[in-house]
């Protein structure tokens, strides 16, 4: 079997193999985790991202490859979860980007798009990491380029590809001492070839591909700000109406202005080839229209606000009217925090979180439901706390997908998050909060107890699977098989001449007990420094520590 000639058919199979490969082995991926905590999700993130990208292009009734890596890369945005996920969207928007304008696809074009991917994905990360899937693609991309000169066949060159991947990937140990350590490949890297080796098997018919695409359960945000009952005869404009145009049409502000005449809540944005619209009119078909004649639509929603008044309250449109009424709600400043456990949800309602999106270790919120999050808010300045380090990157992805001003804060633990929203001060300015905002999560330290979910050797300490483990600031400084035990080595490890307050918050998997117990212990050992004990409710980690 020899293929020279890509065709839209063909991307199409080639997508839903890679998604169905890397569905089946996730758990592989997820068992590379260097930590042997049981939150490893790199393959459950990569796997829920791909997922979204085909099902965006799956369902384009397009035979150009060009316009289905388009809308693919549209999906993988949205549907993007933790740092692998948006690395992953990165890739797929780099090679719709090399595909741009051609229909179909040889193995020439075919390489300067894996090229592309590899550099779009290398600059949408801050501070790229050798020895992770960036290095794996790089070197794919790299070697496509110098092999496809010569290679003609596309099962020839993808295969070639792969193997070199492949002996990237195993070099990544070399490059990062951490893997080494842990006697593992780059988790990321491997989802990576996995996805290769599925577009692979799938073009070359070794595995018969029939996948189905089921619609991802929207997450609503938990916390809405008013659920109110309006006459609808209130109602201004009665069609609330939401699509996707692919184009490359360029005056975007032309064509915002354009719309702004034929309802409220216009929102316009986008760029490279894909334009989000939301606005409520009572002529959707006149939008649809104009929308038409500047490029081909997709993703189109429309809700008559009238008639599903109840179901429009439930998911807080009113929070994103614009007409007089509702104009009088719009508030300088929101935020959105990610939150796991009953406890903690009740702490941020306290500290004025406006929505809490559910979200944290095995759980990654992806962009869509941060955007979700984001829309029900009424802030013109709308502040996003991730308190994950691997939720970071998701969230600073919708601020070129939102008309608001996102400012995210890089909290990567709830403690962090707690310490930013204390810091926040409406009498000072945006500048202002922002920076002592970010100072805040500086000063306070972060404790976690968990278990191991393997054995593993890390640091010289041998750590068997079930041992209890205690982690700071990403490193595991105490093991061993009770649990209280292991806390108060912990935060022996932590604490030093400056500490003045250690706040616990106990997990579901913990009794009260236990907890207090261990208040009493620590109240004990450190007479001069104040103990809180809050139920958090947290799975996995029976402890959260905020040392400050």
């Known amino acids: 079997m020899k293929i020279e000639i890509l065709d839209g058919a063909m991307l199409k199979k080639a997508l839903a193999g890679a998604a169905k490969f890397l569905e089946d082995n996730k758990e592989e991926v997820n068992s590379l985790n260097v930590f042997p905590v049981p939150d490893g999700d790199t393959g459950t993130n990569m796997s829920l991202t791909v997922n979204s990208a085909i099902k965006q292009g799956l369902n384009l009734d397009e035979n150009s490859v060009s316009k289905i890596a388009l809308a693919t ?164 404009y009665g069609y609330c109406t939401e699509f996707i145009i692919n184009t490359n049409y360029k005056e975007i502000d032309s064509f915002r202005n354009e719309l702004s005449i034929q309802g409220d809540s216009l929102m316009v944005v986008g760029g490279e080839g894909l334009i989000k619209v939301h606005v409520h009119t009572n002529n959707p078909g006149v939008v649809l229209e104009k929308a038409l004649s500047i490029g081909e639509l997709t993703d189109i929603k429309i809700d008559n606000m009238r008639y599903q008044h109840e179901e429009i309250l439930l998911k807080s449109e009113l929070s994103k009217s614009n007409d007089e009424e509702n104009k009088n709600l719009e508030k300088e400043y929101s935020f959105v925090a990610i939150s796991i456990g009953e406890g903690i949800d009740e702490v941020f309602k306290g500290l004025n979180v406006d929505i809490l999106v559910s979200g944290g270790q095995t759980m990654n919120p992806s962009t869509e439901d941060i955007l979700n999050a984001i829309d029900n808010t009424l802030g013109k300045n709308v502040f996003i706390l991730p308190n994950n380090s691997n939720i970071i990157l998701t969230a600073e992805q919708t601020k070129e997908l939102s008309s608001r001003n996102i400012i995210v804060i890089p909290s990567k633990t709830i403690p962090q998050g707690i310490a930013a929203l204390l810091a926040f001060d409406e009498f000072k300015s945006l500048e202002e909060n922002i920076e002592g905002m970010k100072d805040a999560i500086k000063h306070v330290k972060t404790g976690q107890v968990t278990y191991s979910v393997r054995d593993t050797e890390l640091n010289g300490t041998k750590i068997y699977k079930d041992d209890i483990i205690g982690i700071s600031e990403g490193d595991i400084v105490a093991n061993g098989k009770n649990i209280n035990e292991v806390a108060i080595k912990l935060l022996d490890n932590m604490i030093d001449e400056d500490t003045s307050l250690i706040t616990i918050l106990h997990g579901s998997d913990l009794d009260e007990d236990s907890a207090k117990e261990l208040e009493n212990q620590l109240s004990s050992l450190y007479e001069d420094i104040d103990i809180e004990l809050v139920f958090g409710g947290q799975p996995i980690y029976y402890y959260i520590f905020s040392v400050e």
């Open 73 to 236: 890369s549209h999906g993988s945005l949205m549907g993007a979860r933790g740092n692998s996920g948006v690395i992953l969207s990165q890739l797929f928007r780099g090679f719709a980007n090399g595909l741009d304008g051609n229909d179909v696809a040889d193995v020439k074009i075919l390489a300067e798009a894996f090229k592309q991917a590899a550099d779009t994905a290398y600059k949408a990360v801050m501070k790229p990491t050798e020895g992770t899937i960036l290095t794996v693609a790089r070197e794919c991309g790299e070697y496509a380029i110098s092999i496809s000169r010569e290679e003609k066949d596309i099962l020839v060159f993808l295969k070639k590809v792969i193997n070199h991947g492949e002996i990237a990937l195993s070099r990544t140990p070399d490059m990062l001492p951490v893997l080494k350590q842990a006697g593992v490949v780059d988790a990321g890297g491997k989802g990576l070839i996995y996805v290769l080796t599925g577009a692979y098997n799938a073009l070359a018919g070794i595995e018969n591909i029939e996948i189905k695409i089921e619609e991802k359960k929207k997450v609503e945000p938990k916390e809405y700000q008013r659920h109110e009952h309006i006459d609808t005869d209130d109602i201004k």
